[in-house]
């Protein structure tokens, strides 16, 4: 019996190591990909320093740039759409336009534009290349003939993105949300890419900075502050992470995946081309890029998918425990969503970098990381505790979790330091530099409970937004 005994001893011994070396693996394999996108990031900034001064790209691009219609989808906005609008018609570029397309709002948001901007109802020729619901009008005024305002039965922002693509008449859109703020230069900086490189571009991603505790006045961030509320001030540090030194790098070898609703450029024939913004899917702008790179590669023509970080676009972040977890949920949902409906591009020679490190990463960091992690915090010191594992895993553990998280958050900050300066003070520097090791210790691992919920709800087919309440920017 005592035989019977020492052998399944030592099959859970066995087990229990390597349950824990396959943890420390991912982890570490999660860890090395962040300090590769670090260095990747800290190279691209070195080779293309931002150009802080406005005036020398108005010089450089502006005789060259594109005309862009701005599509903004606007859902029971009405207490904040006209100033997000006359925001957008103040911004500095040589041609665009202002499309705002009301989603069947429950509340005012058509009349008081119709209001404020003196609009009447007029006749815009399209086709209905990408789908989306029934038009019900399209609205302008003669004395701002940059805006146009259409009126559109409910369908979800894809849908009404959609809708925005049909009517436009630039070769470039910049999709975005009602009540983002874009730096008055944003457009221009954004453009570049396509300037410079007219026939390969298809799309350009900027750089989402969370506007909670700055100074804004008449649509504009006037001073930039840092949050006081906590669980803003931790987005911020997963901002910088996720743009200034993700997204970068990911565009400087050809990867890059994902491209914010909140502001991303896209030639407007490139999209019609793949139907525009799928429905019924709420990760409706990483799917329209996953659906970019397939189409291109499939038909064998040169492209590119860029990511400028000077260009800056300002959102509100949520504050409140339950939206953010939301917030997170949703995310995940919709990158599990676009995964598996291009599963068949993973590690697929055809799709190049696209297939294997950008599939590669979301199967590492959004399939496999959230699951593995939340069981080596459950599983490491269990075993630990009773004897079954040295404690040589548990330290393994913590540093993968704990050192790597903390070292790749301090050089995501130092990049945007050395390269950007957004942050004016050194007391705002320390301040992130604390948030950037605290948010470790239990931020990190709710947000993976987060993600696990966003799991369940892909697998339940859950097509729900849950609600996203909003304070406003504060104004001064």
């Not at 609008?85 to 040589?94: G, I, K, N």
């Not at 040295?390 to 390269?419: C, H, K, P, Q, R």
Request: hydrophobic share 50%.
């Amino acid at each position: 019996m005592s035989g019977y005994l020492a052998i399944a001893g030592q099959w859970l011994t066995q087990s229990a190591e390597w349950i824990a070396a396959t943890v420390i693996a991912v982890g570490l394999l999660q860890s090395l990909l962040y300090l590769i996108q670090l260095y990747l990031a800290a190279r691209a900034l070195a080779a293309e320093p931002p150009n802080p001064r406005s005036s020398l790209l108005w010089r450089r691009y502006a005789e060259a740039a594109p005309p862009i219609t701005l599509m903004a989808p606007a859902y029971n906005e009405a207490l904040t759409i006209v100033e997000s609008v006359r925001s957008l018609l103040a911004l500095q570029y040589p041609s665009f336009e202002v499309l705002v397309v009301n989603d069947g709002s429950k509340d005012e948001t058509l009349q008081v534009l119709i209001d404020a901007f003196e609009l009447e109802r007029v006749h815009r020729s399209y086709h209905l290349t990408a789908p989306c619901k029934p038009i019900r009008g399209v609205y302008a005024a003669a004395n701002q003939p940059r805006l146009v305002v259409v009126d559109k039965e409910n369908g979800g922002k894809a849908d009404a993105l959609n809708a925005a693509l049909n009517l436009s008449r630039s070769p470039i859109v910049c999709s975005m949300d009602a009540d983002s703020l874009l730096e008055p230069d944003a457009l221009l900086r954004a453009v570049r890419p396509f300037v410079e490189d007219p026939d390969r571009v298809i799309a350009v991603g900027g750089t989402i900075r969370i506007a909670n505790g700055c100074e804004v006045r008449s649509g504009r961030v006037t001073k930039v502050g840092l949050p006081r509320n906590i669980w803003a001030l931790l987005q911020t540090i997963e901002y910088l992470r996720a743009f200034l030194m993700a997204r970068l790098a990911w565009s400087r070898v050809g990867a890059l995946l994902v491209i914010s609703g909140a502001f991303g450029l896209f030639r407007r024939q490139a999209a019609l081309e793949v139907g525009g913004y799928s429905l019924g899917t709420v990760g409706e702008d990483m799917e329209l890029v996953v659906k970019l790179h397939r189409h291109f590669r499939e038909t064998r023509r040169p492209y590119r998918i860029d990511y400028v970080a000077e260009p800056v676009c300002w959102t509100e972040a949520p504050e409140d425990l339950a939206v953010l977890g939301r917030q997170r949920a949703r995310w995940h949902r919709g990158a599990l969503e676009t995964f598996v409906k291009h599963k068949d591009m993973l590690f697929n020679p055809r799709y190049g970098r696209v297939g294997a490190l950008g599939f590669g990463h979301i199967l590492l960091v959004d399939v496999l990381g959230p699951v593995v992690e939340i069981l080596g915090y459950l599983l490491i010191p269990t075993l630990w505790a009773a004897g079954i594992l040295s404690i040589d895993y548990l330290w393994a553990l913590m540093a993968v979790t704990f050192g790597f998280g903390i070292a790749v958050s301090a050089g995501a900050l130092a990049l945007e330091e050395v390269e950007l300066r957004r942050f004016p003070t050194a007391r705002s520097l320390l301040i992130l530099l604390g948030a950037a090791i605290i948010e470790n210790f239990g931020y990190r691992q709710i947000n993976n409970l987060w993600r696990l919920r966003g799991t369940w709800q892909f697998l339940r087919k859950s097509e729900s937004w849950g609600v996203m309440t909003r304070k406003g920017f504060a104004k001064r």
